[in-house]
């Protein structure tokens, strides 16, 4: 079993409802979903006029390493352009994202996620942690799609099933491409990173694919379409629709909104990178809001370490001046503790916070 399921088993999902509201005949925002008195949702201003932005990184530019480094010392997230996925992919993968959210409520909950499983349709999994629910609605997909897909379409699944399988693949090699940059951009070897490398065919690096729908919504300043988080994988590769939605957290700036590039992904750096690198690069927090005109949809590939495998701080990162925070955990151990700890599963893996 891989490391997210086994996670998701050890700690099913703790909500009452689990299938996402009808948010096609809603229209008013309901309490229920109303996030403006919350602790979580202190500000909601589409904000800040900053003139940066999130940095955009040709990956054909010379310089993509040094662009890279310094857009995830900064931000850690940047978004990539001249990345070799064919567009008439990307428009397929977006095409077959509408159309399954386009399905009426009472077919899509055939393909619901269970509460300790990590596949199929339904609210997003961080929902546990506030107390009022967010304006989207996800399908999450871990290889082949086909068990949830016929449950939606008995007869017209493959279509669906050929998409989904055909942009993991596409992403596995986009996500190893920069993350081979990244180890670059760090200094870092093929030895250094050795444990990623499948070894004797047994170790294979993990990931997942979300896809995430924000439907229009009647009052979008008091509603939340994913709450602020980090990605707790190893690196996110994300692809969104031409609406703006997604934002990145900056210290001592606030909220930027990380406008779409046609055809260009955002990269994450995840809490797994985060503890790699000993802190130097930094997981992204964002969210992401709705409006009141467009469905966004985006989908997020999730990239994080075979099975079993301890990520640690590079020993060659370490020094008198940077002394190592983080201990060793598999993908599992760390997902078990954000499961729990939710924004707080980092520092508790720190030496230096008891
Ligand atoms: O929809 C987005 O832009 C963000 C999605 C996201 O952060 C996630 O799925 O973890
Ligand atoms: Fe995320």
Partial sequence: MNSVSASFKTNPINIDQI???????????????????TAAFPDHSPLISTHEGVPVVDLANPEAVTLIRRACEKWGMFQVTNHGVPSKLLNQIELQTKRLFALPTNQKVLAVRSPEDCVGYGLPRISTFFSKLMWSEGFTI?????????????????DFCNVMVQYQKELMGLTERILGLIFMSLGLTQEDVKCF???????????????????????????????????????????????????????????VPVHPITGAFVVNVGDLMHIMCNGRFKSALHRAL?????????????????????????????DHDHPILYRPVTWKEYLDSKAIHFNKALDLIRYDVL
């Fill in 19 to 37: 299938i996402p509201v009808d948010f096609k005949t809603v229209l008013k925002l309901p309490d229920t979903h109303a996030w403006t008195s």
């Fill in 142 to 158: 871990f290889g082949s799609p086909i068990h949830h897909a016929r449950q939606l379409w008995p007869n017209h699944h493959v």
């Fill in 197 to 255: 490398q499948p070894k004797n065919g047994s170790k294979h690096p993990q990931a997942l694919l979300q896809l995430n729908s924000y439907p229009v919504c009647p009052d979008p300043t008091r509603a939340m379409g994913l709450a602020p988080h980090t990605d707790s994988s190893l690196l996110t590769v994300l692809y969104q629709n031409n609406i703006t939605g997604l934002q990145v957290f900056r210290e001592n700036v606030g909220w």
């Fill in 290 to 318: 709705v409006n009141k005109t467009h469905h966004r949809v985006s989908i997020a590939y999730f990239y994080g370490p075979p099975k079993d495998v301890k990520i640690s701080p590079s020993l060659k990162l370490i």
